[in-house]
């Protein structure tokens, strides 16, 4: 790359080339110019001439890990939720500051082009962003990562709200091109469904299982470049889209049903049509097994197609090739890898079995039940019929490995079987891949610690050495760099920018925790990222907020355990008390909303429109002012997000302890000076760790204390006859106050939820919430200390880097090159 830099430390060479690129995009790839140009097509012409940069890198990287023949890691995730690239990408390259300026020197506004893109929504929340994250680690340690997924016609869908309902429309997000992707034709490949297993008995006597008669469908791959930071890396993300097979089918057309033939062929397109809008809860449709099958069966063969270019057996597979498991969602692969090496490759079963185990690690997300995924035997049967067959004999050899182990212990035998015969049988998908793997891990220690305890108990008794934790983490690079670029500015002016790659260099921030100028600065940043946030609130919502007010903000899915209406019954809580005493000294609040729900989820569903409608009264209110406001922003998503975070003064973490496996927002807040206000639950133990006890808000029954209330019989009823502030809350719901002219009994589904049964222990843990929540009303009264506090969150979360988290997973159960460029 040319190098001239000016005094600015602007390299004008590069201004020159990406204005000459864009010219030159317009014209030839787009066939427009100045006059007939869109906004997206402007987007487009910036978005070709940085592909082509990144091209050259990805070039070159990719012929470099072929010729060192170095191992690959391999990411196999259900959903990356990749977000806006643009953005990304001009910071990874490190010339966001060239981009902008080339770009108003032909009389453009770089923030218009950049608001032009669509999000890459192939995710629901959680799991699919750290699939991204981890992307963008891996290129910056220089790795050899490869992610591979579904590239669905339809992502997460858009969210609206008609009169404070959700109404959820198809994200079309490819309507108008995707500039980031190249179609790869020449690696397509068939994959098989349904059919039936014939056995053989080949020259040596052995057996030999042919899977015929089954209905094929094209796997087609799409790339997707995934730079790493400022290193020259460019990695590839690979995602499969379905195509029909050119074959008709003959009898229909002999039949003259040209039409139904053709329709037969429609159907095998559907099955990267959609991604399922689930999150944490699984849908035990058929398509949605398709779905898994087609993208792992296509992965395994490129990745044995990549092997077999440098080797002619299996023996240094496992030296070559890891795999990691993102959630079950993939643990059919554990199947399909061992169909590969015995039936494809000749293999014998016990060395197919050893390098099954070595090749694969997997990584659970969770401990709700609901979440935990099966599979009927009957429906495995039908469409994987040789699958299911090597499930059968990967159970009976474990089963008879736990016999061994522990002999006689039946109940043993039972809850550990692969199978789950309890009634129609299943196939407990945790169970195979765990079987499968020499790795095992949680995603924050309190959470593997559970697994350990409970969950997998059985397993971790056996090979307790299998089992290992993986908090999570995030990339500095998307989450402050890019989202937050003039607290970034700040931090490198004062500490040097070494953070950007090493996240623990933000403890050199300590130093200023008590600077009065520097406290100056940092407060007026926020104040700035406030302003503009509030200006999306109005645009968005049509509610002015008081930018002086503390925002305090809960942005995720909309779930139960994460309590999302707990939040709701203190801001009613809040309302009382302003009502009953309008002049009561009250610290001024805008509390922010974002969260998609499952559209068939209907609790959330209701809780949502408790909130909208509660925002619309009190929004309304004359006696609350300028003190209270209530948002809920519609269609919270990565790019929204990016908005979010900067702008956050109070980050709620407000899950029932025990239930969320790790979060990464709550990393994301602090990362940006908000304090959080949390339950000891996921990786907020950890958080509450690393910046210390005087610096979070920490609330609510512990792990230990829900299990011992649960067991002890939980009676909710009994917090709303004896403390009054429930009380007076709940009747106002139920009073209809909330139900704007609609159903009185609106919002009986959710009050009687809560009196009577209260599954995540709003009830339980409320006032210890109102407490917490008042000490941190009178913290934010005292600016110097709330900004010493947020000073110190910041340069003290390195430990949430998904650098870090990497490092660990590479160190502990990958063991590949890093830094191969290098
Ligand atoms: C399964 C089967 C059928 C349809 C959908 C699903 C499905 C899809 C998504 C099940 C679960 C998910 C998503 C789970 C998830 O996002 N878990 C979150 O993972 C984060 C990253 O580790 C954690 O930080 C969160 O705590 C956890 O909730």
């Not at 643009?86 to 902008?100: C, D, F, R, T, Y």
């Not at 569903?605 to 929004?619: D, E, F, Y």
């Not at 009196?755 to 009830?763: F, I, K, N, V, W």
């Amino acid at each position: 790359m040319p190098k001239k830099t000016t005094s600015t430390g602007l390299n004008r060479e590069l201004v020159e080339q990406i204005k000459e690129g864009f010219l030159r995009h317009r014209h030839y790839s787009l066939a427009k110019d100045e006059y007939t140009a869109t906004d997206y097509d402007n987007f487009l012409s910036l978005a070709y001439t940085v592909r082509d940069m990144l091209f050259d890198r990805w070039i070159k990287t990719q012929q470099t890990y072929y010729n060192k023949d170095v191992k690959r890691v391999y990411y196999l995730s259900l959903e990356f939720l990749m977000g806006r690239t643009l953005g990304n990408a001009l910071v990874n390259l490190g010339i966001e500051k060239e981009a902008e300026v080339a770009m108003k020197e032909l009389g453009l506004d770089i923030a218009v082009l950049r608001e032009e893109e669509k999000d890459a929504g192939l995710g629901n929340g959680g799991l699919g962003r750290l699939a991204a994250c981890f992307l963008d680690s891996m290129a910056t340690l220089g790795m050899a990562g490869y992610g591979y997924g579904i590239r669905y016609d339809y992502g997460i869908f858009n969210q609206k709200f008609v009169n404070g309902y959700q109404v959820e429309e198809p994200d079309d997000w490819l309507k108008l091109g995707y500039p980031w992707e190249v179609e790869r034709c020449e690696f397509q490949l068939r994959v098989r469904f349904y059919g039936n297993v014939r056995v053989e008995r080949d020259a040596n006597g052995y057996e030999r299982y042919i899977w015929e008669k089954t209905q094929d469908v094209l796997a087609i791959p799409f790339d997707v470049p995934i730079p790493g930071y400022k290193n020259d890396v460019v990695n590839t993300l690979r995602l499969w889209t379905s195509r029909a097979t050119n074959e008709f089918d003959f009898h229909d057309f002999n039949a003259g049903n040209y039409i139904d033939a053709v329709e037969e062929k429609n159907l095998s397109e559907n099955i990267s049509k959609v991604l399922y809008p689930n999150d944490n809860s699984v849908a035990g449709k058929i398509l949605r097994l398709k779905q898994q099958y087609l993208f792992v069966a296509a992965s395994l063969w490129d990745i044995l197609r990549r092997y077999k270019k440098h080797h002619k057996d299996f023996k240094d597979f496992p030296k070559k090739v890891a795999i990691q498991l993102n959630d079950t969602h993939p643990a059919i692969a554990v199947a399909e890898l061992m169909r590969l090496l015995v039936d494809e490759e000749g293999l014998v079963w016990e060395e197919a079995w050893k390098i099954t185990q070595q090749v694969f690690g997997y990584t659970n997300h969770t401990l709700m039940p609901e979440a935990l995924e099966k599979w009927p035997v009957a429906m495995m049967e039908e469409l994987l019929p040789r699958h299911m067959q090597i499930i059968y004999k990967i159970n009976a050899d474990f089963l008879a490995e736990v016999s061994r182990r522990f002999p006689g212990d039946v109940d043993r035998l039972r809850r550990m079987s692969l199978i789950d015969e309890s009634g129609e049988r299943y196939v407990r998908m945790a169970w195979l891949a765990t079987v499968g793997s020499h790795s095992i891990n949680g995603v924050a220690a309190l959470h593997t610690e559970l697994l350990k305890k409970e969950l997998f108990h059985d397993f971790y008794e056996m090979f307790p050495e299998r089992f290992n934790n993986k908090t999570n983490g995030i990339t500095p690079r998307r989450w402050l760099l890019k989202s937050n670029p003039k607290l970034s500015t700040l931090i490198t002016e004062n500490i040097g920018d070494e953070w950007t790659i090493d996240l623990f260099k933000l403890r050199g921030l300590e130093k200023f925790a008590e600077d009065k100028a520097f406290h100056k600065k940092w407060q007026d940043i926020k104040r700035e990222n406030k302003v503009k946030l509030a200006e999306i609130i109005a645009r968005e919502t049509g509610v002015q907020v008081n930018v002086d007010s503390m925002f305090d903000v809960q942005v995720k899915r909309l779930h139960e355990y994460k309590r999302q209406l707990l939040n709701a019954l203190h801001i009613i809580h809040l309302y009382n008390q302003l009502k009953e005493n309008p002049s009561m000294n009250f610290v001024p609040r805008t509390f922010i909303f974002g969260a998609k729900a499952a559209p068939g989820y209907f609790m959330a569903k209701m809780i949502i429109k408790l909130i909208n409608n509660i925002a619309k009264v009190i929004n309304s209110d004359p006696v609350v002012g300028d003190k209270m406001k209530v948002v809920f922003l519609p269609n919270y998503r990565v790019s929204l997000a990016e908005k979010i975070f900067p702008a956050s003064d109070l980050s709620e973490q407000i899950s029932t302890a025990g239930t969320e496996a790790s979060g990464t927002g709550n990393m994301k807040f602090a990362l940006n000076g908000a304090l959080t206000i949390g339950t000891l639950d996921g990786a907020n133990v950890e958080i509450a760790e690393e910046v210390g006890m005087e610096n979070i808000f920490i609330f609510g029954l512990k792990v230990d204390e829900v299990e011992a209330l649960k067991k002890q019989g939980y009676h909710p009823y009994h917090y709303y006859e004896t403390n009054p502030n429930i009380r007076k809350v709940i009747d106002l719901i139920a009073s209809g106050y909330f139900s704007q002219g609609e159903d009185p009994n609106l919002f009986k589904p959710i009050v009687d939820n809560l009196l009577y049964s209260d599954p995540y222990l709003c009830l339980a843990d409320f006032q210890l919430y109102a407490d917490c929540q008042k000490k941190v009303s009178e913290a934010y009264l005292d600016t110097f200390a709330w900004t010493k506090k947020s000073i110190l969150n910041v340069a003290r979360i390195g430990k949430f880097s998904s650098d870090r988290t990497i490092i660990e997973y590479n160190k502990d159960i990958w063991k590949a090159e890093d830094h191969i460029l290098k």
